[in-house]
């Protein structure tokens, strides 16, 4: 018998990492089987601890928008390690960043560099609460703006009410301020901002959600977003670490035509490197120290590497016709998935943007959190081991986005779909 490499510092990573991971969602918890232990990666693929090659379509992610190795990005990064890799002081290279980012969020005026999304999403609330002196603040179920206490939280027991903790640890006076609403509910939104708009700091959502697979805000809930936030004097915040450079150059706010108050950035932004950012106009940003009364301060904020991998990336994803040619790798490959399973009549509703995408194994596109938890796990979980099996690597929990990389040939994208269409028809009885 040959020895699975990755059973064997699954277990050793057990015995001294909780659940063996670092990351919650790596654990394979929700769909079964050993997690892979990754060794090496270059363009689209990925080798295990087994030495076996996956297709990536999670690419770490979000952030590896180019593939795994880019030339210029690796370069970059050799580069900025030789120099030292933290000063704990100024760099001009963050200036060099920062003015790429405001160049292509039009939306941003001034912008902080952090180290992680959910830095950047707990500081953009903090500034909002700051900025307009009000406590309350408005999250929709299904989106995922990290792991800070005030926003790990489900829906209350009633229309626009407070929510509850969805985490030990969390206690129920961190989220007394935090309203779920059901996302695109309309009339969930206007009755909460009826009953609390003069006490609202701000509104988060993912434009396009990521974290209950891939879901749109509809263009009239975005509207109306914009609209009561505007009215009641609350601050919109878009949370675009996942989607920022990834749905196109200027983000899901480009994509809807939506001007929010503050951005959340983060992934693509470092190219895989830790890296976030938030941002937005002038007045609201200099209420941060050392200006303002906001305090936020990060000891590897805007690390020299980091900085230069991202700076790096972004320069590529700049460039003329790459998102032109990402989304239609994208389509295709969505295209594909769908035909497959419309072949052997298998419910199946895909969407994307970019190079980002999400599939659904239902008749209907869902709209909400709610529709999205009817779909079935065990049919996907068949799916995704069995796209494992076959060499192709897809987030292993249906609530996840799926990501294509400009390395992706046409050749990757045809093996998924055959691999898809092979999984498809054996399901069947």
Known sequence: MTTDNNQTLFQRASAVIPGGVNSPVRAFKAVGGTPRFIQRAQGAYFWDANGKRYIDYIGSWGPMILGHGHPAVVDAVQKAVLEGFSYGAPTEREIELAEAILALVPSMEMVRLVSSGTEAAMSALRLARGATGRKHIIKFEGCYHGHADALLVKAGSGLATFGHPTSGGVPPEAVQHTIVLEYNNIAQ????????????????????????????????????????????????VFDEVMTGFRVGLHGAQGVLGITPDLTVLGKVIGGGMPLAAFGGPRAIMEQLAPLGPVYQAGTLSGNPVATACGLATLKEIAKPGFYEALSAKTRTLVAGLKAAADAEGVPFNVDSEGGMFGFFLMKDKPQNYGTVMTTDNAKFNALFHGLLDRGVYIAPALYEAGFVSAAHSDEDIAATIDAARQIFHASQP
Do not use: S
């Open 189 to 236: 939104l206007e009755e909460a901002f009826a009953l609390h708009g003069k006490d609202m700091a701000c509104l988060m959502i993912e434009a396009i959600a990521g974290n209950m697979n891939f879901v749109r805000a509809t263009p009239e809930f975005a509207r109306r977003c914009r609209e009561l936030c505007t009215q009641h004097g609350a601050l919109l």
